[in-house]
């Protein structure tokens, strides 16, 4: 059975960093992308960013990118998200998924449907 389990989350102080992590069993991690997706309340979820395990490609979404970086261990069966400079809009509950592709084509056709496997999730919250 496959698993992804998110943790990292908390609240921060504006400007703050936080890094989320994402560890995945029941599956051969190294075999597939990882999205990372947020939702914020009675706000549609959105992509964040994927990391590809193909060829190691990152995406990210415009409202982060500069600002977040996505990073893996396969070794630790791991998935990372650095957040930095976080600002309130950034509150949301975050969640990792795979669609067990290798690729981040549906990510960033925001196929969400198509990811099979999610995570709990873990709350981010940004206030001063």
């Known amino acids: 059975q496959v698993q992804l389990v998110e943790s990292g989350g908390g609240l921060v102080q504006p400007g703050g960093s936080l890094r989320l992590s994402c560890v995945a069993s029941?599956?051969?991690?190294?075999?597939?992308?990882i999205g990372w997706f947020r939702q914020a309340p009675g706000k549609e979820r959105e992509g964040v960013s994927c990391?590809?395990?193909?060829?190691?490609?990152?995406y990210y979404s415009d409202s982060v990118k500069g600002r977040f970086t996505i990073s893996r261990d396969n070794a630790k069966n791991t998935v990372y998200l650095q957040m930095n400079s976080l600002q309130p809009e950034d509150t949301a509950v975050y969640h990792c998924?795979?669609?067990?592709?290798?690729?981040?084509?549906?990510?960033?056709?925001?196929?969400?449907?198509?990811?099979?496997?999610w995570g709990q999730g873990t709350q981010v919250t940004v206030s001063p």
């Open positions: 990391m590809a395990s193909s060829d190691g490609s990152t």
């Open positions: 998924a795979t669609d067990y592709s290798s690729n981040c084509i549906r990510w960033y056709a925001s196929l969400e449907s198509d990811f099979g496997s």
């Open positions: 029941g599956l051969t991690f190294e075999y597939y992308a």
